[in-house]
């Protein structure tokens, strides 16, 4: 779950709806975004992820190949970002 301490930093609202980034593989297509430790994602493919498990079961049908279009959000001080993210699995 998303503690409101996290998603204030992220510029969520007061009620999260998010799971945060804990690690990103250097060389992979998602280090080729602007997502970094600590981001928050908010959907992938169009399913809302509030939850750990919401999002392993968004994403428990993707294979190597897939494109997977993720929105997320962060903070970029002074500016909190929203952005969508089209990468293909690896």
């Not at 969520?12 to 980034?21: D, F, H, M, Q, R």
């Not at 049908?61 to 903070?75: E, N, P, S, Y």
């Amino acid at each position: 779950m998303l503690m409101p301490e996290t998603a204030s930093r992220v510029g969520l609202a007061s009620k999260p709806e998010g799971v945060v980034i804990k690690a990103l593989d250097s060389g992979s297509s998602v280090s080729e975004t602007e997502m970094e430790t600590g981001d928050v994602i908010l959907k992938v493919n169009d399913t809302p992820t509030p939850t750990v498990d919401a999002f392993r079961k968004a994403t428990a049908a993707l294979h190597t190949g897939d494109t997977v279009r993720i929105l997320w959000q962060g903070k970029r001080y002074p500016d909190t970002i929203k952005r969508v993210s089209i990468i293909t699995i690896d």
